[in-house]
């Protein structure tokens, strides 16, 4: 797992505080936890006194309030209505149904064998990389990439102490490896064939469906696109497969040398394999 450093930029542009939930102020022991909380997000841990979240905002310059309670979640001055926290969503039923023997449409798109070595380039919040992580087995390595600070560290607690999710879930989680930083730089810094696969699931300007898990992360997220030279590194990077999430109709299905999984879905897995004409 690689150190997580928060650059003195990233501290300029984004001032974050820390609270404890309400109900627990008073709790000398939630309190010390907060801290440590506090200090795991780079935040400066404030003394709640009751205050609500929007006389948070109203008080101080933070930009985001981290809720240290006992599985944290990020709220934005931009949407204090939302909160941002880690949840198996979706990605808990495709896991059941993966271990039902229904392949997982991602599982298949990338061609996932046990034993593999997977790099999520656009983890977000790991529902992708859960299936992934199930897919490679024991013996495989998920390696999940993400390059805001705060989304990436919210991961980091997750794989590391997110206790209200199933015992296997948490086994999943648990071995996946948890990066801060932006998937083109890592990519370069990798070696040729270094890995089996890569996949991209870049952010969709229009959403594909308004999601309550994903909604709150739309603030948070980098929506940056995915450009032609970080792809020809992925290519050189994968031993097998590149597979690109995307939209029908996007121009990197004719721009890029990839092929969709479907043609009849509301998004497709673009897929470049490695030898293939
Ligand atoms: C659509 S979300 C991914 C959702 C994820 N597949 C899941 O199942 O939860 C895209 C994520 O990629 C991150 N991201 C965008 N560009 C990135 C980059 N260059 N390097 C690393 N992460 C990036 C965004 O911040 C966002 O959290």
Request: aromatic share 6%; hydrophobic share 45%.
């Amino acid at each position: 797992m690689s150190d997580i450093r928060r650059s003195r930029e990233d501290k300029q542009s984004a001032p974050i505080v820390s609270v404890l939930p309400i109900r627990q102020e008073g709790n000398a022991d939630k309190e010390r936890c907060a801290r440590q909380t506090a200090a795991f997000f780079g935040a400066t841990y404030l003394e709640r006194r009751g205050r609500s979240v929007e006389e948070l905002f109203a008080k101080t310059s933070a930009n985001v309030v981290v809720l240290a309670g006992d599985e944290p979640s990020l709220i934005h001055r931009q949407a204090p209505e939302m909160a941002l926290r880690y949840h198996p969503g979706m990605s808990l039923l495709r896991l059941r149904e993966h271990q039902r023997g229904r392949q997982d449409r991602l599982l298949r798109a990338i061609g996932v064998r046990p034993g593999d070595v997977v790099l999520d380039a656009t983890c977000g919040l790991l529902g992708d990389a859960l299936l992934l992580a199930a897919g490679v087995g024991q013996s495989g390595r998920v390696i999940a990439v993400e390059s805001t600070f705060l989304v990436a560290r919210l991961m980091q607690y997750a794989v590391r102490w997110t206790r209200s999710i199933p015992p296997d879930v948490a086994e999943h989680l648990a071995g996946i490896e948890m990066l801060w930083g932006d998937s083109g730089r890592i990519l370069s810094k990798l070696g040729d064939a270094s890995v089996d696969a890569v996949y991209f699931d870049p952010m969709f300007h229009h959403p594909l469906e308004r999601s309550a898990a994903m909604e709150p992360l739309r603030i948070f997220a980098n929506h940056q696109v995915l450009t032609r030279d970080v792809f020809a590194d992925a290519c050189r990077v994968a031993r097998r497969t590149v597979v690109i999430k995307c939209r029908l109709g996007d121009k990197l299905l004719s721009d890029l040398p990839v092929l969709p999984d479907k043609t009849n879905a509301s998004f497709a897995f673009a897929v470049w394999q490695r030898g293939r004409p």
